[in-house]
Nanobody, 122 residues
Framework: QVQLAESGGGLVQAGGSLRLSCAAS????????MGWFRQAPGKEREFVSG????????YVADSVKDRFTISRDNAVNTVYLQMNSLRLADATVYYC???????????????WGQGTQVTVSS
């Protein structure tokens, strides 16, 4: 089974940047596609971005397009979410997830990290 560990959350001013990291461990972790979700209290979980394990193709939600970039380093089994031009509405808990299925379908993700808090101040 794959285990995921997020890092990189924190406090940033609106307009600033953060980079989230998610390290995957486990014997077959390099063959999992990876993604990022976020969920604010009382709201549905939102699929933010995903990346295919083999060819690096990506999906990015319209709400963060042109501001967030997903990437991965297969050598260290780590996926990153570079978040620029952060807004107050981006503040919430971000979860890393993994799937053996299609990277661009949120229902496929079945392995989850603990989450990392992103706080954006005005």
């Amino acid at each position: 089974q794959v285990q995921l560990a997020e890092s990189g959350g924190g406090l940033v001013q609106a307009g600033g940047s953060l980079r989230l990291s998610c390290a995957a461990s486990g014997r077959t972790s390099s063959t999992y596609s990876m993604g990022w979700f976020r969920q604010a209290p009382g709201k549905e979980r939102e699929f933010v971005s995903g990346i295919n394990w083999s060819d690096g193709k990506t999906y990015v939600a319209d709400s963060v397009k042109d501001r967030f970039t997903i990437s991965r380093d297969n050598a260290v089994n780590t996926v990153y979410l570079q978040m620029n031009s952060l807004r107050l509405a981006d503040a919430t808990v971000y979860y890393c997830a993994a799937t053996r299925g299609s990277y661009d379908s949120p229902v496929n993700y079945h392995v989850w990290g603990q989450g990392t808090q992103v706080t954006v101040s005005s």
